[in-house]
């Protein structure tokens, strides 16, 4: 399956007072490189909520900070898809400084839960189609 990058600016907000990346911000760049690679499938959060009546959460996570982010880096957050299961997917995530300097490792699960009741329910089949082809 295939990677995206999705580029990120560091804002002033993300940092502490030493200019250096709030460990907690990690996530949020880890998030939407997660959004844009189904985004880039044709899936937006929002349509398989109201349509198919379900959502993703991370069920687990870890990281690895390898190098500080700082004020004003240009970044690269990636998600690949590296398991699937009838109710979940994992993801592979970095968070790299141009293409080459690794700032961040990450392993993201996350469940696809029913709108209704909140409980484990499968990934629709239009969404497992899509994972299964090059997009």
Not at 16 to 28: E, F, P, Q, R, T
Not at 63 to 77: G, V
Not at 88 to 112: H, I, P, W
Request: proline content about 4%; glycine content about 6%.
């Amino acid at each position: 399956m295939k990677k995206i990058l999705w580029p990120v600016r560091v804002y002033y907000e993300d940092t502490d007072s030493g200019g250096v990346v709030y460990h907690a911000n990690y996530l949020k760049y880890f998030e939407r490189a997660r959004t844009e690679y189904l985004r880039a499938m044709g899936h937006e959060l929002d349509v398989l909520s109201r349509e198919y009546g379900v959502l993703f959460v991370v069920r687990t996570l870890g990281i690895d900070y390898l190098k500080p982010a700082r004020f004003n880096d240009a970044l690269l957050a990636s998600a690949e898809v590296t398991g699937v299961r009838p109710a979940s997917l994992t993801f592979t995530q970095t968070l790299t400084r141009g293409e080459d300097l690794l700032l961040a490792t990450a392993e993201v699960k996350v469940v696809c839960l029913g709108v209704d009741g909140f409980r484990p329910v499968a990934i629709p089949a239009i969404l497992l189609h899509s994972l299964k082809h090059e997009f």
